[in-house]
Every structure is written in structure tokens, then in C-alpha cells.
T-cell receptor, first 111, second 112 residues
Framework: DAGITQSPRHKVTETGTPVTLRCHQT?????MYWYRQDPGHGLRLIHY???????DKGEVSDGYSVSRSKTEDFLLTLESATSSQTSVYFC??????????FGNGTRLTVT | DQQVKQNSPSLSVQEGRISILNCDYT??????FLWYKKYPAEGPTFLIS?????DKNEDGRFTVFLNKSAKHLSLHIVPSQPGDSAVYFC???????????FGTGTSLTVIP
């Protein structure tokens, strides 16, 4: 898994509650990404980071925020979860000129 | 708007035959293309890539073809094996801040 750990692996939460997903890497890669996978939509980029405290929005960033205070950790926060955010979330890492490597995902259910 | 498209949600192939998965893109700035394979409950795994300066790249049973004028790429798997049964995603990247755009995936089933 190229040294990528996502936690938790599964989470069920209620609408309106805050949720934070964590991605931890041991590869010292500069770039980190959060994607969501949904049927019929494939993988869509939520946010990405190109260095500590340097982040940018992806295609589907509304309702999500991220933080990267250390090279190895990239956090994805849903400030107030909605049912439309029920999805599988994947973290990925990269060097900027090579393929992305993905974690095993977090399955989030918002009831 | 989807910049990378995989128009076939599923494909079934007999073991030993060729599997051909297709992908189209709309952004002419893309210059790096990749294929990923995904098994259930796992993250996508990198399979093969090609840069825009090439039109073919081969790695064992896997070959990726790129037709820049048609904005089309394909993945050929020869011979197909049951273990190749998975969802395949194509992806593209370019001068866009290191963002990678993915297609919707094609579920390949290789029948023994």
C-alpha cells in the first residue's frame, strides 16, 4: 500500500455531525489527495495538498475542508455531514511526476 | 463536466482472449495517462501509464495505446485471466497543478 494508512476504515455517523478522516503516509511524498468514489461517478477529487499548509480545491470540494500540518498527515473534515456525503473516501500520495498510490479507503455512511 | 470518460460500464471476456478497455478525454492539455485496477474493498492499484510523447507502452500482458488526435486511449490485456476481473479506471493529468482526473470505471469479468 505504498505506506499509506487511512483511518477509520468504516464509520457511520448522523446527519449534521462533524467527521474527520485521517490519511497518514510514511513515504515523505509532497503531494496528498482526497478522492471520493461513487457509483456512476468514478473517482472525484475533493482536495489536494502540495506541501505542508498548502492545499487546493478539487472538483467536488463543497462541504469539505482539509488540513496538512505535517508532511505525513492529511485530514479531511466534513463540518456537518449530509447524506450526499455517504461514499468511499480514498487518500492518495504522489511525487508530482509519478503515478498516485492509494490507501485502502474509508467507507462513510451518513444516516 | 467529466473530462475523462469510460463509456462501457462493464465488459465480459473469455479466459485467454483479449480484453480491450476504452477511455476518452476532452482536455487537450492532458499529457500523462494512467490505468488503475481496483478490487472490492481495496484502493486502486497503478497498472500502466503512458506519456503523450508515445503512442504505445507495453508491460507484460498489458499494453496501453494512445491516439492523441482522437483523444482516446485503450488498455489491452492479452491473454485475459480470471484474476484480471476487477474495475479498471483510466486517469489523466496535465499542466493543471498535479490534479489527476479519473473516468467512471469499467468492470471487467474474465470468464474461466
Amino acid at each position: 500500500d505504498a505506506g499509506i494508512t487511512q483511518s477509520p476504515r468504516h464509520k457511520v455517523t448522523e446527519t449534521g455531525t462533524p467527521v474527520t478522516l485521517r490519511c497518514h503516509q510514511t513515504e515523505n511524498h509532497r503531494y496528498m489527495y482526497w478522492y471520493r468514489q461513487d457509483p456512476g461517478h468514478g473517482l472525484r477529487l475533493i482536495h489536494y495538498s502540495y506541501g505542508v499548509k498548502d492545499t487546493d480545491k478539487g472538483e467536488v470540494s463543497d462541504g469539505y475542508s482539509v488540513s496538512r500540518s505535517k508532511t505525513e498527515d492529511f485530514l479531511l473534515t466534513l463540518e456537518s455531514a449530509t447524506s450526499s456525503q455517504t461514499s468511499v473516501y480514498f487518500c492518495a500520495i504522489g511525487t508530482g511526476d509519478s503515478p498516485l498510490h492509494f490507501g485502502n479507503g474509508t467507507r462513510l455512511t451518513v444516516t | 463536466d467529466q473530462q475523462v470518460k469510460q463509456n462501457s460500464p462493464s465488459l465480459s471476456v473469455q479466459e485467454g482472449r483479449i480484453s480491450i478497455l476504452n477511455c476518452d478525454y476532452t482536455n487537450s492539455m492532458f499529457d500523462y495517462f494512467l490505468w488503475y485496477k481496483k478490487y472490492p474493498a481495496e484502493g486502486p492499484t497503478f497498472l500502466i501509464s503512458i506519456s503523450s510523447i508515445k503512442d504505445k507502452n507495453e508491460d507484460g500482458r498489458f499494453t496501453v495505446f494512445l491516439n492523441k488526435s482522437a483523444k482516446h486511449l485503450s488498455l489491452h490485456i492479452v491473454p485475459s485471466q480470471p484474476g484480471d476481473s476487477a474495475v479498471y479506471f483510466c486517469a489523466a493529468s496535465g499542466n493543471t497543478g498535479n490534479q489527476f482526473y479519473f473516468g467512471t470505471g469499467t468492470s471487467l469479468t474474465v470468464i474461466p
